[in-house]
């Protein structure tokens, strides 16, 4: 349809373009009433407003309640809560006693409980549900108590996804539609008896962290002594000698990388059991198991855990050199060499030597630089520019790439030491050995996947195909799935 | 209910299923004009057409106006003007003249002006004052003007906050609707009168930065002197030695961690001051004076400096041993000691020292650490996923356990200087004492409030007790904060 | 208006306040239809029955079909067909055989093709046209196959860019409504027949990256080699030394901040270009070549490209002193010096040499530092909180001190070397010679920008003013520009 057509339709100039200037035209926006002007009644209201929403605030001192956001108005609770079918109530739970003496203005209305406690389990109840039978007649939707006072006033809630449940349809409905204006992104969690579950939410801290902090901390702590009893503690007792002074730096300089590298490995471990699984299994259908679900749910987390391992690592490396003691043995060593051993001639130059240690380096800055790629993807604006193939292949490719270099970084370390009986300490063996086992065993078995066969298998599974069904039933499932 | 019994309404085929595809359900989307066919004209087009609109460019060339969106069509001003009741005018001001001609054809049209200025002050009154006085039949919303061409082009647009006034606040509803369908937040500034402040919105540059930058530069400044006197001067003139090479990297080396400790120590301060100010006032109901406010405002950005400053710092520590001096320094002091000491036993190796110094790098990469952290959690998109009990443990807890890490690293690097007379050259203390002092009174008065009994009242108040209220009043009060 | 008048209107407490609890006065919500329940299609479903909207699949096994969103209805396709208007077809191309058979069904209903391949040019037409030919009676939307079951099921949608394409102008409006609901922006592609390009997008592996990628890759390639032989061979065939250990460590060390400020010089060099063409030309209404437009275009990839290697420069340059071949270079350096020379006086301490590398190194960490900054910015999170004109500042502004401080430590790497005939090995120039050409053009170029007369004629150019118009033309022109 071209324009002129459509203007045919609609040039009558004076009723038309008077239309949006026109009040009887445009409908009153809708009125929404708060209770309670603290904090985040203040700053819900002037994101209200800012949708386009008017708002009243309901307050037992109406006229000494301190600044409220410019346009909304205040009464009392009873002469507010009759102007709006929507009320939010936000106040805490200690004081809801008011609203029973209310219960009858109440009637009908729907009331969004945004409260939260300051820790899990402090009353027997759900807030909501506790509001719900104090005001019998009201729909309670409890919901929105994600959102900090914060966050609404600085406007940082595009895509946010909050949580709503309640009894009744239409209010959780009601209530949606004014969180969707918002730019939020509803999700209805069911009926009232999820209340509880919602008021914990916000008492979560750092929750999908724990996992992966806790592997670290337990990493650290096992390598920290390993490398103690090895390094410091068999020098003390076999060569009566006191390093002592290498636990600061030293040993946490060999403690990070190597629980760096086990944590990475461990990233890409459970990607890797999930496809021998579907494998074994022949479908896709069936379930993770509990824990291997929990696992590759963290992946992430633990991706950034090594990263910050690995950063720390990278800056212990970096003051060796300006350390007391590495400048005290250069020099004494050179003070050594010139007047104990009266050596003429310059040192030996050993090409394999140089080498050796310079790959070793190259290795671990080629490593730390996907390293922290990988990391810079993993940040959420720039994840969402990328295309899912994009993601998947610097998560995957890039991802056991970094492993691989890393892991070779660790081989390399131990390249001419691995044979010297001094390496074997109280017969253990170092700890770069130990870490380089779940690295080694990781890419062996992701090598494996990679063989052609177990490949075009593990495609074929992965887009619908199941082994042990009949041919018929296989065009059919196929037909459903993408 | 279920999808069985809603099929049952809906399910009469032929009616139902034509319904989308029939012309009559559907009404023919909304069209909207835009004068000026340069960039921002070509950039909006092109986004309202995405988001569902029609557009009619309006031009005196209708013929010739080079590449537009397309889907939209081109006519001359009056005839588009004609056709549509909101008209963007992406014109630059001194071409206003032609539209007093038109006036006639606006009549009752809603102007948008999305004009600004090349700078400050080019004019005695708005831009959208003058084309309000140009065409006074039409009602002239000023708005949308801090969206770039670049933006809109990009549809960077999600969730931006953009400002809108105007005498008419059903223009302004008409306008704010067709911003929400783009993904803007709307705030409404009021009246026509706040024009000209809207116009110097897109002016700003770097607003928030200035007083963290100026604190900076003033600080660096003080202490660039400072060091200059106590070190190179004094060395010159009591020592008669050049050491001047030192000005580039030595003493930029401990002006810049020690203007990083005070900024970082001047972030957390104004909370601290804000606590007391509770606490002796009693109440949280009393806005703060404006120094501090102002000074809250803008605790990120002077983090971020900080940040940059310890980045500096850090670098700057890890190119110390490839320096000239530092490896002539090495040698030198090796050479004096084989031939003019003619030492033969190896150098003393003093373990406290070697403690001393790898405690002092290790407290110092730690607090590196930390600080990239938190620098890392103000990052829009990082910060966004962050629960507000995430936010606040990283930005509090994490916050000031980087400001004592990086306090301790300063006291360690004086541990065994400040004794010696040497240490204040002409009388002055040193660098390093002078910026201990603010994070130490920061952290001292810091544990002060976190005394059980102190904080238990701070709680309560930032809970909305009030000290003096009676009890009747508190009950109030306390009924409606939350 | 006030709130009191508005109360007049909508205070009939009974018959207002019941509204959001009445069924009727609340519409259901439209129901959707998704034929298949992979991956795509359950979490499709999932974000849409979180938008509001009610779901129902269609299977061929109803009953076995495996864990599907609560709240979603299954059913056989011909039944869920039935109920609902709108269609998505989550089916891989190879099963929409059985969508033929179900012809009748569909006939007026809106199908949404969102299937991909997973190569380009599989299939001689695209799966869309395929699918239209199936079912000749439905009004098949090409459309959203960008968005992945991964994006889909995290809530990443807000302000991400959708594309549709069909023949049918409802049926494609129908979509797009659906699409802005969830968070999505929707560009129209015009009709079915660019669906082959729509199945494409998706394919694009860092498309905008490959011309930057393959920049850097060239001059690394070139660079290596140059470098190879003015060094490593010259040195085995004119002074018989292996020095081939260099190659890891020290010739990386210059391949990667000759390769990278040759890239940052390549991300200004259009932009100067583009400004000698507009004044050349006298207009900014014609457009650039197709070569300058796609280096416009890709300036922030190379930019970033040349961050990634300045970082790699960065950590090489940190661990110069712990390498094997420079401690030993050290010691026997000193060795030599107190043996052979047997020199008795501490080494002659050179002033001008130790304000030199230090000047060189303090440039290096500033254009690190900026460097860094300019990365930062270009983080889409951070780049979006930016106003236009802080925006423009920092990449213009700030990009141009940054290239102007790398180039400087280009040439005072030089400083002292430039005049040596040593320097020229086998005639040729080194290798820093080499990339502070480009970088001194854009500088040269770029200052001559900067001179009063060409700025202003710049700047009216850019505002729409056109050197070759008649004086009546230019009016009209610039009245419709801005």
Redesign the interface.
Known sequence: ???GS??SE??E??S????????AA?P??E?LCI???????RSLGLRL????Y?V?YG???PHS???LPE?A?V?SHE?AA??A??IFI???R??Y??LETMAPHL????LVD??NNLKKGMYPEANAAYLQRLVPGA?VVKGLN?L?A??LQN???????VYLCGD?A??K??V??MA??L?L????R?SLSAARELED??????QEWRLPLGVAIGLIAFFFFYLLIRDVIYAAVEQDK?I??RI??SL?NKVFPIVSLVMLSLCYLPGVIAAFLQLYRGTK?R?FPDWLDRWMLCRKQMGLVAL?LA??H????????????V??K???????????NN??T??F???T???G???F??LG?LG??LY??LGLTS???????L?????S?IQSKLGHLTLFICTAHGYIYGWNKFLRSSTYKWYTPPGYMLCLIVPSVVLVLKCLLLLPCVDRTLTRIR??WERTQTQEDS????????
């Open positions: 349809m071209t324009v459509s203007m609609e040039m100039p004076e038309m373009s008077m239309r949006p200037l026109g009040a445009v009153e926006p009125l209770f309670g002007t603290g904090d985040l009644g407003l800012q949708s386009g008017r009243v307050s037992r001192r309640c301190g600044p346009g108005q009464m002469t009759q102007s079918c929507l936000c106040v805490h200690e004081h006693g008011f009637k009908g209305k729907v945004l409260s729909a994600t900090s914060w966050a406007g940082l809630l595009a895509g946010k996804q009744s239409e209010a409905r009601a949606g539609e969707t204006k730019g992104t509803v999700q209805d069911g939410f916000p008492l979560r801290l750092f006191n002592s002074y600061m730096i946490a259908y379930r910050g950063f720390l990278a800056i212990y490396t970096f003051i060796i050199p300006i350390r007391y003691a400048r005290h250069l020099i004494s060593t050179v003070v050594e060499e010139v007047q104990v050596k003429t310059p040192f130059f050993d090409n030597e140089a080498w240690t310079d790959s380096y190259v800055i730390f630089f922290v790629l940040l959420p604006s720039v994840g969402g520019t295309s899912w193939r994009e993601f292949f887009q619908g065009v059919m499932t196929k037909g459903t799935n993408l």
